[in-house]
């Protein structure tokens, strides 16, 4: 039972560049996530889907798409990455009430 | 949308000490965790507790839906309990799950 598994765990892009982060969970959970962490802003909700085929912007929306491939895979792309989007990315699932996080993907653009 | 707060933001303890770390919310919530990232980054629940009292060895949470606060409590401190705590709500299970800015903790030897 791997969890919630997030491809790659480091990436470094050349502003302008496009790029996909994966994730997917094998818990059988409706619930998904994108979040960001930045030092002192703690985590910041980037898209979430209540369910398979449904999703909805969050917080810090700007720059990024998702998909919601089926009910394990949620994805967030960045289709022009710019120095601002340098973060840690973490994804994660739901099931009443408790939240499961992947490892994160620390992604730096330069 | 809700606004979540929590205090203090950074807190140093000597090992053996106990702590209280605080979360407000600006509205009211059906769903609210508290969490922990360890220092290699890594986030774990510890509490799903929209209301009441729980407790899971040294840690106890208590949420107070009416007054819009939660509480969480670290007794006889270890220096494994370093880290941030992050306190999470939103208006539903599966709804738009909201952090708090966290609490730096730091226990000392």
């Known amino acids: 039972n791997a969890g919630v598994t997030q491809t790659p765990k480091f990436q470094v892009l050349k502003t302008g560049q496009s790029m996909t982060l994966q994730c997917a969970q094998d818990?059988?959970?409706?619930?998904m996530y994108w979040y960001r962490q930045d030092p002192g802003m703690g985590l910041r909700l980037i898209y979430y889907s209540a369910s398979e085929g449904t999703t909805d912007k969050g917080e810090v929306p700007n720059g990024y798409n998702v998909s919601r491939l089926n009910k394990r895979e949620f994805s967030l792309r960045l289709e022009s990455a710019a120095p601002s989007q340098t973060s840690v990315y973490f994804c994660?699932?739901?099931?009443?009430?408790?939240?499961?996080f992947g490892q994160g993907t620390r992604l730096t653009v330069v | 949308g809700i606004q979540v707060e929590q205090s203090p933001p950074d807190l140093i303890l000597q090992e053996g000490a106990n702590s209280t770390l605080r979360c407000n919310f600006s509205?009211?919530?059906?769903?609210l965790q508290w969490f922990h990232q360890n220092p290699w980054g890594q986030l774990i629940n510890l509490f799903y507790i929209p209301s009441g009292t729980k407790q899971n060895g040294r840690l106890s949470a208590t949420t107070v839906a009416t007054e819009r606060y939660s509480l969480l409590y670290i007794s006889s401190s270890q220096t494994t309990d370093s880290g941030v705590y992050f306190c999470a709500v939103a208006y539903n299970q599966g709804g738009k799950l909201i952090f708090g800015q966290g609490t730096e903790l730091s226990v000392k030897p």
């Open positions: 818990m059988n959970h409706n619930s």
């Open positions: 509205d009211s919530v059906n769903n």
């Open positions: 994660a699932s739901e099931k009443v009430g408790e939240a499961f």
